[in-house]
């Protein structure tokens, strides 16, 4: 190999499904290229994290052709960011910058909304996110259903805590909807370092962002905190979400799957789920505390 060359460590991945995709959690991803509707080539920070991911789904899923390679860095991340395109959910549209939105001269607005709010031309809201290696950009499942379970909330006026905010996008659409405070945690600084960029796409979205571990994080009580984590991080971090939420307030759950649905439940009861969706077998959960009457 010539050493001038980055070459990505990959395993291509056929034929691909969510339920791989959700085994893949368990590994340093850095990005997921979909080459086609069930061939995925999916790329890793390191070697060790790619062999040890071959290893183990083989074992998971072994009908699947999972071949190891490395892929010289011809840009591809750039070329393939390209090809993404705005999506809408709800009355919200989540658009790289490349394909915003033209905003309406007028039309109905929210009471959050500023000068520099973004909206399509029947007048919803706007959230422009730069797409980067390893960060939502909207286009999973999981981002759309917590975008939707967001919207039918009454967000306005209200606290929000984003725990594990990625690029930031939950948080930024709950500031642009109307919270009166609205923070995104995370345990990766690169994480974070890609929600500021997208921040200052969104000049009217009032976020504070931090880099800090939900066991250890001291943020006081939310109305609302939303985590779109993993099934298994949702279970051993439950009593740690259940103290975010403030008296009256709810859980916004996802990042698990249909079969992870009773176990992430028996977790935190008694608090009960007052809406649910579902996209992909990936599952939406929105909790509020039971009261004994």
């Given at each position: 190999?010539d050493d001038r060359?980055?070459f ?22 850095t990005?997921?290229?979909?080459r086609?509707?069930d061939e995925?080539?999916?790329?890793f ?5 790619r062999d040890?991911?071959?290893i183990?789904?083989q ?6 052709s ?22 809408r959910?709800?009355?919200?549209t ?8 033209t ?11 500023t ?6 031309d ?5 959230v422009?996110i730069?797409p980067?290696?390893g ?8 981002t ?19 725990v ?5 996008v939950l948080a930024?659409a ?9 923070v ?5 600084p690169?994480?974070?370092a890609a929600a ?5 796409l969104n000049?009217?979205a009032d ?10 994080a ?15 991080l ?8 259940q ?6 307030g709810c ?5 698990l ?5 009773p176990?992430?439940?028996?977790a ?9 969706a ?6 939406c959960l ?8």
């Open positions: 190999m060359v980055r990505w460590p990959s395993l291509d991945i056929h034929p691909a499904s969510e339920l791989l995709q959700a085994a893949l959690v368990d590994f340093e991803v990005a997921i290229d979909e086609s509707t995925w080539r999916v790329f920070t390191n070697a060790e994290q040890r991911a071959a183990a789904l074992a998971g899923f072994p009908s699947v999972i071949q190891a390679v490395d892929v010289p860095d011809d840009n591809w991340a750039a070329r393939s960011q390209a090809s993404l395109r705005a999506i959910v709800g009355s919200i989540v658009a790289p910058p490349w394909d915003v939105p905003a309406p001269e007028t039309g109905a607005r929210p009471a959050a909304a000068d520099e709010t973004r909206f399509t029947d007048g919803g809201l706007v422009v730069q980067s290696m960060f939502g950009t909207g286009h999973h499942a999981t759309r259903l917590c975008l939707a379970a967001l919207q039918a909330l009454d967000v306005g006026g209200r606290t929000v805590i984003d594990g905010t990625g690029s930031g930024i709950a500031s642009l909807l109307g919270a009166s405070r609205s995104g945690i995370d345990d990766d690169d994480a974070i500021l960029e997208n921040l200052e000049p009217p976020v504070l962002l931090q880099v800090a571990d939900l066991r250890a001291d943020l006081g009580p939310a109305d609302i905190v939303i985590a779109n984590l993993t099934g298994g949702l279970i051993a971090a439950a009593r740690t979400l103290d975010f939420v403030a008296r009256g859980l916004v759950l996802s990042g799957m249909t079969s992870e649905e176990d992430v439940a028996a935190f009861a008694p608090w009960h789920v007052e809406r649910r579902e996209e992909d077998e990936w599952v929105t909790l509020r505390l039971s009261v004994r009457s």
